[in-house]
């Protein structure tokens, strides 16, 4: 566990990847070679329908700066410059996109073991928006907030708040979002020692729908190499997820969607490959 809150973008993160990340609807490859002098080049791949793309990313870190360029194939830069501990305990991140590098932002973070703060300027079209966020407590209870400023039209873009409890074998988060209209609360549980095995269980509230949506899920290591994770929501959407380790670091993903409401639609798949030297 960490010194300190973590960041308020922390809170239902463990409940939010566990239903969320690697689940995919496209065929995807990237392939990471790494050098001594702390360069990483990651070409990607991407097929989506009858679309393809794909990006060259570039990171180069030395002592406590990291460099990010990536370039896609409508030839558009994206450079982001991370310094740590300029201030003891914080992170500076510049990013800029080129060639539309009127969209610059700017975001600073400090973690202190019982507060975490960030700021970030966004510039679009030199109309800068505001974020900050605040998050007090421990690694076992927080609470915090975030809020976005539009500087042009004076209002607020967004305003948040969420407390978390967190124990070594679960989690349980509580976000009020979308400027107080809806809360989401979800849990998550480790089944075994290791936290290979999980389940976790949210409920997304939306007022101004009167929409409920509730999703259980979970993920269990069927060996050291392979992984299977799986979600269903009341609305009849089922997932599933395979993770296999074809070689060290290098990880086979597949994954698919059905309706079980509508068993004649075609079911949504996704593939994916990450070799990493």
Known sequence: MTTGPGLFSGIGKKAKDLLTKDYISDQKISVSTHSDCGVTITPTAVKKGALSTGDVAV???????????????????????????IVPSSKT????????????????????????????????????????????????????????????????????????????????????????????????????????????????RRFSTNENTFTVGGSCAIDHLTNVKLKLNNHGKLGA??????????????SSEFDTKALEKTPRFGVSLALKP
């Open 93 to 204: 991140i510049a990013s800029v996109k080129f060639p539309n590098y009127n969209s610059v932002k700017l975001e600073f973070e400090y973690l202190h073991h019982h507060a975490t703060f960030t700021t970030a300027v966004v510039a679009p079209n030199h109309s800068p928006i505001i974020d900050l966020s605040l998050t007090l407590g421990t690694p076992t209870f927080a609470i915090g907030a975030e809020a976005g400023y539009e500087t042009a039209s004076g209002k607020l873009s967004k305003y948040n708040a969420g407390i978390s409890v967190t124990r070594p074998e679960s989690c349980a988060a509580i976000i009020l979002g979308d400027k107080g209209d809806t809360i989401k609360a979800s849990y998550t549980q480790h089944l075994d020692a290791l936290k290979k095995t999980a389940a976790v269980g949210e409920i997304v």
């Open 241 to 254: 997820l395979l993770q296999h380790e074809v070689v060290p670091k290098s990880i086979l993903s597949i």
């Open 59 to 85: 990171q180069y870190k030395y002592k406590n700066t990291t460099v990010d360029v990536k370039v896609d194939t409508e030839s558009n830069i994206f450079t982001t410059l991370t310094f740590t501990n």
